[in-house]
């Protein structure tokens, strides 16, 4: 099968790479780059366990061709761990132990960075909202939106207190 | 869960696009923002030969006002119609629609144009077209036609849209500013399909309701509009929630065809069709 030749920004850093159009972006990255964070979940575009960050927006990684990156700007939780973005997040989820089998905490992290990036107020039941789209079949969801909601308070977010539905 | 093989193209222009499908035919398909072409070919359900990819074609990004008319291109997401001021103003039911819609990360990808032509009967994209009488602009082998959206969806996953034509954008009719209207889906959990969901749209001039629009959508092969139904609301309308607006609603669903799905029955929706539309007359009250 014919392979297309794409270049892209990995994290920081410009790679280039060939790929097979049948490929979707989370068996490019995870076999091409060796990345583990994008997990492959349901494969279509259900779960969120995929979710990666190209040219600063977050997207489900398995509804996206590898080589629909020619040109982006890709990030994944490797790369937010390396420039620290997320590091109070990360510690939150720890303190708070809102993951057990972590599969699905790449995603959540991705996901809870991008609404307290959108949102100058949070409240729990937004978060909820914005997280909807990604599953957690261990933690009941409740730690995780205790985590992301002590990061907001931190932040200096305005916290929206209001009866959860 | 992998897609078999196929080839990918990657048309720069409007132009360049069709003359890649004229050639491929059949053996092609175009790819939207992929949110429900993907899934399916990762499910092996679509096995097309060769994808056309419409993501660099900037001409179908962009959403402008033009003689009372908002242009939508086929390939502007969710989430630019979303956070869009010309939308605000001009189809604020754009907005409210797109709040149920999906989840941010398919919001970032998924198109407008890619929901009009799946036309999902539970997606809300083509209820609000039927609602806002929007008419649909499509590159065929004859040139440019305009099909109105009511004639536009024709069932179940089908579409007017010859196999070798291109959906270019979407033409909307500017909202009055004294309309109102609402959106309410009834779903499960948030940015989920609707189990039954309606689009309206109406006036109140002087106690009175006017041009009122109702679209019910997830109950059957396409979204609807009662027209009958509208018409019978108004005349009867006096500002409060009666039993003979209760009659005319129960006694008009009960004649539409509502099809049941896996998980809510066919009565279980029709139930829930005068729910709605008892809740949107509130909004008007």
Request: proline share 3%; hydrophobic share 40%.
């Amino acid at each position: 099968m014919p392979t297309i030749p794409i270049r892209f920004k990995l994290n920081g850093q410009q790679v280039e790479a060939v790929v097979e159009p049948r490929l979707h972006v989370i068996d490019f990255l995870r076999e091409e780059y060796e990345l583990s964070s994008p997990r492959v979940g349901c494969e279509h575009g259900v779960c969120g366990a995929c979710t990666i960050r190209v040219d600063g927006q977050i997207v489900r990684g398995c509804l996206m061709l590898g080589v629909q990156l020619d040109g982006a700007e890709v990030q994944t939780l490797e790369g937010l761990n390396a420039s620290s973005e997320i590091a109070d997040l990360q510690k939150a989820f720890h303190e708070r132990n809102s993951m057990q089998c972590g599969y699905c905490t790449a995603g959540m992290l991705l996901t809870s960075q991008d609404y307290l990036q959108k949102n100058e107020s949070c409240s729990r039941t937004g978060l909820r909202e914005h997280l909807s789209g990604n599953y957690c079949r261990c933690t009941g969801y409740e730690a995780i939106i205790d985590a992301v909601m002590n990061v907001a308070s931190q932040r200096g977010k305005k916290i929206i207190q209001q009866e959860e539905v | 869960m992998k897609a078999a093989e196929f080839a990918y193209e990657v048309p720069k222009s409007i132009q360049d696009a069709f003359v890649l499908k004229q050639s491929y035919g059949e053996h092609a398909q175009f790819l939207a923002g992929g949110q429900s072409l993907i899934p399916a070919m990762n499910m092996r359900l679509n096995m097309t030969e060769c994808l056309i990819d419409l993501g660099r074609i900037p001409a179908l990004k962009e959403i402008q006002l033009q003689d009372r008319q908002l242009q939508i291109g086929a390939m502007v997401t969710h989430e630019q119609i979303a956070n869009s001021a010309l939308v605000k103003e001009y189809a604020p039911l754009l907005i409210q629609a797109s709040r149920y819609l999906a989840h941010t990360a398919i919001r970032n990808r998924g198109t407008f144009g890619g929901s009009i032509a799946l036309a999902d009967p539970a997606a809300e994209w083509p209820a609000a077209c039927l609602l806002l009488e929007a008419q649909i602009n499509i590159l065929t082998q004859s040139g440019f036609q305009r099909v109105v959206a009511k004639d536009f969806f024709q069932g179940l996953y089908t579409t007017s849209l010859g196999s070798n034509d291109l959906l270019e954008s979407i033409l909307i009719p500017v909202q009055a500013k004294e309309e109102k209207s609402v959106v309410i889906e009834l779903a499960r959990r948030q940015g989920d399909y609707a189990l039954a969901g309606i689009m309206a749209r109406g006036s109140i001039v002087s106690g009175k309701l006017h041009n009122l629009g109702l679209v019910f959508f997830g109950i059957s092969d396409r979204p609807i509009r009662l027209v009958n139904l509208e018409a019978q609301i108004m005349s009867v309308f006096s500002g409060e929630f009666n039993e003979a607006l209760q009659k005319i609603i129960q006694s008009s669903l009960d004649q539409i065809d509502i099809r049941g799905d896996l998980y809510t029955t066919e009565k279980a929706k029709r139930h829930l069709c005068a729910v709605l539309v008892k809740r949107v007359l509130a909004q008007f009250i």
